[in-house]
């Protein structure tokens, strides 16, 4: 089985509210019918006003996720997949990844159709050219991993490491990280940074977070989006372990 994510860009001539129900009503009923899994990462009216960490460093960014777990990404046989996405969106991307789950969402799980807990954030990760392939990957997650989960609040932790892009154009990020957090962490940092009533502890989180982040991450290389999670089909038996 491979999982494949696709980044989608919205019409300019298409509000916010019409495209988020569109891929919802839409595009995700038949990407259900021709894939294991479905999942689809939103912003919508719940993470419109969030003060969550947000990073722009492709113009225009992203505006919706889907990712999807299906028996073969070649060009072939995700033909259907990319049809039935441009209806909605002219433009997306797609990547061929490999995924981690650091933490499975067994606090918050998610229901079929609805929107899970909080929010996830989505971040779009290029890899510095100081850095070397292999120096770059063990920074991220055998150094990093363990510092995102001892100082965030995060009960959903998923790296995807990019092995590849599948569309002409696609921006050259190296993985594609998915966490979900409380849903007053989109505005108290000290929720966000699993430190409430904790003065001390907020400031020696984020500065081990941006200390951590520091050594492997290029941040006008990054994107950082607050998304709503709506996991459509869940893949069998996944992120319960």
Not at 48 to 59: G, L, N
Not at 219 to 227: A, K, N, S, V
């Amino acid at each position: 089985m491979e999982k494949i994510i696709y980044g989608l860009w919205r019409d300019a001539g298409v509000d916010r509210a019409g495209f988020n129900a569109r891929l919802r009503d839409v595009v995700a009923p038949e990407l259900a019918a021709l894939a294991h899994a479905v999942r689809l990462n939103l912003q919508d009216e719940t993470v419109a006003s969030s003060r969550s960490p947000r990073i722009v460093s492709t113009s225009p960014q992203i505006e919706a996720v889907i990712q999807v777990w299906v028996d073969s990404a070649r060009e072939g046989t995700r033909k259907p997949l990319d049809a039935a996405i441009r209806k909605v969106a002219p433009r997306f991307a797609a990547w061929l990844v490999a995924e981690a789950t650091e933490i499975p969402n067994t606090a918050h799980p998610p229901r079929p159709g609805a929107r899970t807990e909080g929010f996830a954030q989505v971040v779009f990760l290029g890899r510095p050219p100081r850095l070397t392939w292999p120096a770059w990957r063990e920074l991220w997650q055998d150094g990093h991993t363990r510092i995102a989960i001892e100082t965030q609040a995060n009960f959903e932790y998923v790296q995807n490491l990019v092995i590849r892009s599948l569309t002409y154009g696609a921006p050259d990020y190296a993985a594609i990280v998915e966490e979900c957090f409380p849903p007053e962490a989109m505005f108290d940092e000290a929720v966000y940074f699993d430190a409430q009533g904790a003065p001390e502890r907020l400031k020696a989180n984020q500065a081990a977070m941006d200390e951590s982040c520091a050594r492997f991450i290029d941040f006008d290389r990054t994107d950082c989006i607050p998304t709503s999670q709506f996991e459509f089909k869940p893949l069998p038996l996944a992120r319960t372990r």
